[in-house]
């Protein structure tokens, strides 16, 4: 221990020393101190109660999303099942979902060209689909395909398309590929102009081919424009029917100027 000394009088005029004990020892914490750390756990305490409490209000029953509390409307092609499937929301806390993910979910679903989704408390999901609309039912010799008139490949399922096109040049659509496109366009303006005509081939040798309802054949071959042999081909009808012809074929492969019958 530590000391020091402090003089006292003494008789020959000099002082005495004493040693002095220097306190020393623990010291206690300043009260403020004391205060900042109570309130600062008591903080701590309150957070992580609120949080284990939150944590069991999602949790309850009344949250939670379920099949009778999820609507799906605009679907035709695709069963709701599917869409509830691929939107997963199902069994989850309503608080946990998010808009966005749910609807680009849906948006990978086939036939699916977009989605918009409404979240509503207490455990409400409302899913509204658009459907791409098929313009035409593809046949090749080993296989069909339900494409769009963008060349998207639509679920076959539901009510068939306008158009069936019946491929004997032994290929297959390809999404990009220009003959497919062409096809594609050309397929959609005649739908369009003459919504009668339900069934088309498509050869190498004539292209786009399909039956009056007088029973004649038009051959519209691939080139030119396809709007102005369809009008073409109104003119010749008239022109034929005035002449009391009877034919087989009009030819319109080569001109939009010209048509050929026989």
Known sequence: ???STAKIGSKSGQRATTPVKRKTG???PDQAAVKCWAQYSLLIALTAGVACGLAML??????????????VGGNRRLTSDKVLLAAGVEGRSIFLLRQDDIEAAVRELPGIADARVHL???NQVVIDVWEYAPLVAWRTITTTVWLTAEGTVVPQTGEAPPLTLNDRSA???ETGNPMTEMLLRNLRTLSETLPEVREVDYTREHGLTFRTREGWEVWL??????????????????E???????????????????????
């Open 221 to 238: 071959g691939e080139g030119g424009s396809l709007r102005e042999k369809l009008q073409l081909l109104a003119a010749a009808r008239e």
């Open 58 to 71: 999602l949790q309850l029953p009344v949250w939670q999303v379920s099949r009778t509390s999820t609507q």
């Open 120 to 122: 509503r408390l207490p």
């Open 1 to 3: 221990m530590q000391t």
């Open 171 to 173: 290929s297959f659509p």
């Open 240 to 262: 034929i029917s005035r002449l009391g012809r009877q034919i087989q074929v009009i030819d319109l492969r080569h001109s939009s100027r010209q048509a050929i019958w026989w």
């Open 26 to 28: 623990l010291r206690l």
